[in-house]
């Protein structure tokens, strides 16, 4: 608690955007050093609150990146999604996103849950060795394709 407040109480001090009175920035600023000391000896003296205090500041990290990853993902899909849209030429378009562990079997999915009669799917342009390594994508969809839907692959 008491880093948070210190790390408020500096960041607030220090912003120049922020319309503070001079006395109050020094104020401010006088506080986040007090804070910061009582921070720094706690961390300095009781291992348990270090221990603690690291623990939280990890798992904070790692949730921080996971969400900023999930959002990269779906303003990615957006943009694809965006892109689909304005080429399907007044066609019907159903978009879904999912995050799968194989992505042939959640595309089949998909497509029969929604009825679909045309798959569409683009063809990956990756090197002969990336396909090696992580298969291909369009040979599995099609051999789990039901007959009845048809599949098309853009390249």
């Known amino acids: 608690m008491v880093g948070a407040i210190a790390t408020n109480l500096g960041a607030s001090s220090t912003?120049?955007?922020?319309?503070?009175?001079?006395?109050e920035r020094i104020l401010m600023f006088c506080t986040f050093i007090v804070m910061a000391a009582i921070g720094i000896s706690l961390f300095i003296e009781k291992p348990n609150a270090r221990l603690f205090a690291a623990t939280i500041l990890v798992f904070g990290l790692i949730l921080r990146g996971l969400a900023s990853v999930?959002?990269?993902?779906?303003?990615?899909?957006?943009?694809?999604?965006?892109?689909?849209?304005?080429?399907?030429?007044?066609?019907?378009?159903?978009?879904?996103y999912a995050?799968?562990?194989?992505?042939?079997?959640?595309?089949?999915?998909?497509?029969?849950?929604?009825?679909?009669?045309?798959?569409i799917v683009g063809a990956p342009q990756r090197n002969m060795l990336v396909n090696l390594l992580r298969g291909n994508i369009i040979r599995n969809i099609s051999s789990i394709l039901p007959e009845e839907i048809h599949l098309l692959v853009y390249a």
């Open 15 to 23: 912003d120049p955007k922020l319309d503070l009175k001079r006395w």
């Open 70 to 96: 999930r959002a990269e993902r779906k303003a990615a899909a957006r943009a694809i999604f965006s892109y689909a849209k304005e080429k399907a030429s007044g066609h019907t378009m159903l978009p879904a």
């Open 99 to 119: 995050i799968s562990d194989s992505a042939a079997d959640t595309i089949v999915d998909i497509a029969a849950t929604v009825g679909a009669s045309y798959l």
